[in-house]
């Protein structure tokens, strides 16, 4: 039976598979997180009433349709006034000790780092490291919860923190106007931004973005080509830079971002499969070949996602060249080694498909309405119900626990989609939402790109004071 894990939200009151960092083990527990010292039900903390304390749904945010941003800033409020009385303060750092597992860890030792948690820091810091994940240093970074901001002690980033606000940019181009227009996404899939991004005759059918988060700026930068000429864009500023070409024309490629590196892979030009994988350095600005695709994988239609160290590429393979049925390979691709090998094969017949990463799994769409998970541990496949938006050219990415697909072109009669479907992991199904992109349109490219929070201000990706706004 899968375990399934509570991050802070709507149910990590309570927690049925309760972490002993001991023994790196999980065990079902049953009972209610709070025991005879229950919460009160008063809203503010009275240092008088030192056995009135907060309910659990104050303290973990456990009403019904509160995000996990909305629980965390919960405990920080709580926490802050909670230096009037160390009794509250023990008894929320007991409670979110067995509120903790591997899907909340990181966030709740970066509120332990800053109220001295000393035993909840313990014990996410075991959870962290039971798993494998290593916390990556960085020059001291600022962290921000709600209104208040700190330095965290060990100087950690962790890629699922709150001091980042994270949107989606989904990217269709006018093939009239030779224009690459952006929509932005919230983590509800409202719009914030609808714009012509850049305008020029090198714009086409064949654009492709990758998105890095550089570190040191603290901006998400997006990378992109049409196959040639190849430009560096702030998602803040809104600049536009040309960066060096591509080595070679291509088309039918595709770009993925890893590592402070982006990756052209694939392609055709001139009716001649292109199996050269290129690596862009962003630092110095340059271009070389790193590895070659192997010999039997169809080089266009290509998917590419990156797990850990790792680049996962997706493309028909044809397993024997007796066979007519092809099936979709699945290339292990070691940047580091510049190795490449083929781990899987998949019979999945279609036209063209789409990836993304949750966690240790990576989920697959298909234009035939195909939907499968893999996993990166096991490498096993398992089928999923089947998505209904049986299109091309369609976007799909990940927010928070879900996997989404938005837009495209419907194969049977080539109308276009405004449509945004949700899948939920935790059901295994699927639902149209009430939100839609702002025009029905085919998407060639996605990212997520995150912005830092700063108090009292929000900042949309790519938005510019209305200018070039598509209304």
Known sequence: MEKIYNKIGSTVGINNNNYHSNTCSYTDR??????????????????????????????????????????????VQILTNSKHSSQLKYAIEEQLIFALCPANCRSLLLIAERYALLLLKDAAIKIIESLGCKTVSEESHKCVFGNESYISENNCIFANDFSYNRYTAVFTVNISKRAVQVV?????????????????????????????HDSKEDTSFLYWTCGKTFFKYDTIM??????????????????????????????????????????????????????????NVHTTKLSCVTVG???????????????????????????????INIIATIPVKTLQIR???????????????????????SNLVKDLQRQNLICKEFGMYTCGNAVYLAGGVNTSNAKLNDVICKFSPLSGTWQNLCQTLPDQMPIYASCEIKVCRKPETTIVPFYENNYMEIR
């Open 309 to 339: 160290n790792m680049i996962y590429i997706f493309a028909v393979f044809d397993q024997q060249e007796s066979l007519q049925e092809h099936e979709l390979a699945i290339c292990l691709f070691n940047p580091d080694l510049t190795s």
């Open 238 to 295: 809104n600049r536009n830079k040309a960066c060096k070409p591509l080595t070679s024309r291509r088309c039918n490629f595709t770009l993925v971002g890893h590592a402070g590196s982006c990756f052209v892979i694939g392609g055709i030009h001139q009716g001649q499969r292109i199996t050269d994988i290129e690596e862009y350095n962003v630092k110095k600005n340059t271009w070389r070949r790193v590895a070659s695709l192997p010999p």
């Open 30 to 75: 049953t009972r209610d997180v709070l025991n005879k010292n229950e919460i009160s039900s008063g809203k503010s903390y009275n240092i008088n009433q030192k056995d009135n304390l907060y309910k659990k749904a104050s303290i973990f945010g456990a009403a019904k349709g509160k995000s996990d941003e909305s629980a965390v800033e919960n405990i």
């Open 184 to 212: 932005v996404l919230d983590s509800e899939q409202d719009v914030k931004c609808h714009r012509y991004l850049e305008q020029g005759k090198e714009i086409s059918a064949e654009f492709k973005a990758c998105c890095l």
């Open 355 to 377: 990836t993304c990463v949750l966690g240790k799994d990576i989920y697959i769409a298909s234009s035939n309405g195909d939907f499968l998970k893999f996993n990166t541990e």
